[in-house]
């Protein structure tokens, strides 16, 4: 396991207790974490795990479980340095997957 991987660990395991429902005030208390760095990797995955946990309790009938763990697939495939790279925020990129995940969409397919 390499350490985006085990950092998407740490997110999971930790985002689960979380019992709000601000999206936001969920990311303060999780960027404050030892294992998170300002303008790291673990964006990809941990802005849109904010989203899907406030969703879920807020009532959002989702599989926090399973959303995590298909937000841990899709986030760990997004390259570091994004925002460098392709001009867009691996943390923008994170929230979209969210919002995919809880609409249930997927790739358009001609």
Do not use: Q
């Not at 298909?70 to 929230?95: F, H």
């Amino acid at each position: 396991m390499n350490e985006m991987e085990m950092k998407a660990r740490l997110i999971v395991d930790d985002i689960k207790n979380e019992e709000g429902t601000s999206p936001v005030a969920i990311f303060k208390r999780m960027a404050k974490k030892e294992y998170v760095s300002i303008h790291g990797p673990e964006h990809h995955i941990l802005d849109g795990a904010c989203l899907l946990v406030a969703f879920k309790n807020a009532s959002g009938d989702i599989d926090l479980d399973e959303a995590l763990e298909k937000l841990i697939r899709e986030g760990l495939r997004m390259p570091g340095a994004m925002c460098g790279l392709w001009g867009v925020c691996g943390a923008v990129t994170s929230i979209g997957a969210a919002l995919s995940i809880i609409d249930g969409t997927g790739p358009f397919v001609c």
